[in-house]
């Protein structure tokens, strides 16, 4: 059974300041990371995934997120945030087999003070 | 970019009552998905769904809630009877096929049941 641990529950940082939102994972097959974003009250949105080959990830809106498999991670990363990237970050992860279903962490909110 | 569409976006019924859930997903999609969100809390896996059958439902999909989707119509989400415990934002995703495919969600629709 694969799960996903996001450790901080809300982070907040100034516009223009960078930031790092952790997801940890553990399953021991092989596995299928990705990063969605909740605006308040929307539906999720997809940022970037990761399957395979280079594990720095580029994602929309300047987005990005680094696979580990030695520390069992996918942060992702921004390095300049606008005030609109406010909202909740969920980290998902599935196993490459089976019904492939995601299943996702408890979520980051992420918070850009002006 | 495609889009789900989920009617209604707000219901409120008395408890016992049924109610029917409506997913209109990306045109071409093939796999459906529902999830259960709480205020505040993650997005956690319902069931999916594939070529007219349940692939796989988590504990969360208790024996009084079904889904279908008759030819070429809404995805639906059913849940008979209400439970207090029911109330919480349902969102509906699809994707094309293939485990690493983005899922695309919906807006939810908010289920209050009193």
């Known amino acids: 059974t694969q799960t996903v641990s996001q450790s901080d529950a809300h982070v907040t940082v100034f516009e223009g300041d960078s930031v790092e939102l952790r997801c940890n994972y553990s399953y021991g097959g092989s596995i299928y990371l990705s990063w969605y974003i909740q605006h308040h009250g929307r539906g999720l949105q997809f940022l970037l995934k990761y399957y395979s080959g280079n594990p720095v990830v580029q994602g929309v809106n300047g987005f990005e997120a680094e696979f580990s498999k030695s520390d069992s991670s996918f942060h992702l990363r921004k390095a300049s945030v606008h005030w609109s990237d406010s909202a909740v970050y969920f980290c998902?992860?599935?196993?490459?087999?089976?019904?492939?279903?995601?299943?996702f962490g408890s979520g980051t909110q992420l918070t850009v003070m002006p | 970019g495609p889009k789900v569409l989920q009617i209604p976006s707000h219901q409120i019924i008395d408890m016992g009552q049924m109610v029917t859930l409506n997913c209109d997903p990306v045109?071409?999609?093939?796999?459906f998905y529902w999830y259960k969100q709480i205020l505040g809390q993650q997005m956690e896996f319902l069931v999916n769904?594939?070529?007219?059958?349940?692939?796989?439902k988590s504990k969360l999909f208790k024996d009084q809630f079904s889904v279908e989707r008759p030819d070429g119509s809404y995805f639906t989400l059913k849940i008979q009877p209400t439970a207090l415990e029911d109330s919480a934002v349902y969102f509906c995703?699809?994707?094309?096929?293939?485990?690493?495919?983005?899922?695309?969600f919906g807006e939810g629709s908010k289920l209050t049941v009193l």
């Open positions: 995703a699809s994707r094309t096929g293939g485990g690493t495919g983005q899922l695309y």
């Open positions: 769904f594939y070529n007219g059958k349940v692939m796989e």
């Open positions: 045109s071409n999609h093939l796999y």
């Open positions: 998902a992860v599935s196993a490459s087999s089976g019904s492939w279903q995601l299943i």
